[in-house]
């Protein structure tokens, strides 16, 4: 973790535990969350189950409102089973297209000057995110009018990304990489949720959504940068550097979550 986001974690905990001189409640919380990427193009994207755990104070505001900063570590993804694709630039002209003045079939597919899918492919794999969350959530109680067990939680959360990796399969082949730099190092999300509390223990279900778009790096580029001889696919023309005549599918998205957790007061 670089010294940009340890700083940031270190004065957002101050500001978090500044003000809560009085505590009323801590205890721990861990659990499990279903998660999935809703976005562009993201392959057919289905939940992933991942788990989380942090601490959380509890100060108390009124007689039916409770404030409640925590710190959680979340894992976070999506599977996903779908077709992806490829475009390629086969005359190396600069352009994916077709030369529209040679009348040629220069990828020899059979169409003449017509943008083309020319690899389309089926891709299994997953996607991993790890966070460390830093919810403020109000907790309000509903024992005037529901029960004086059930509470309703609402609140920002701000989200700082530790590390995430990808896991991809293409027809027999296994692509994966530990580095997602590209990725947004933070994330904001909007959590709300209803909590049943028995005693020292307290059952939750959460829902969690993001505001922030995340890029991923696409299965065929992943494919395409792991080739050894590129003159050998696509000809002695393109050389070194023919990603420049790739191009890749946007895959991107929004982190989504359905958290059960538990938490135990100390």
Known sequence: ?????????????????????????????????????????????????????????????????????????????????????IYLDNDADGNFDEDPFDLLDNDNDGLIDKDQ???????????????????????????????????????????????????LKQDGYEFHSGNLSNLNTFDFSAVFGIVYSIDRYKLELRANHSFINHNFKSAGKAIMESIENPEEVFGPIIGDDYLNYCKFEKISGYNTAISLLLSVLF
Do not use: H
């Open 117 to 167: 899918p020319e690899l389309d492919f089926n891709v299994k794999g997953y996607y991993q995110l790890n966070y460390l969350e830093i919810p403020i959530l109000l907790n309000a109680s509903t024992s005037n009018f529901i029960s004086k067990n059930l509470d309703f939680v609402f609140g920002p959360s701000f989200n700082i990304l530790l590390n995430g990796k990808y896991k």
């Open 1 to 85: 973790m670089n010294s940009i986001k340890i700083s940031i974690i270190i004065f957002l905990l101050i500001l978090i535990f500044s003000n809560l001189s009085a505590i009323d409640e801590k205890g721990l919380k861990i659990g499990f969350n279903y998660s999935k990427l809703t976005g562009n193009n993201m392959m057919n994207v289905e939940f992933r189950s991942n788990f989380s755990a942090g601490l959380f104070l509890n100060k108390t505001l009124n007689n039916w409102l409770v404030i409640q900063p925590e710190i959680m570590f979340s894992s976070k993804g999506a599977n996903c089973d779908g077709k992806e694709r």
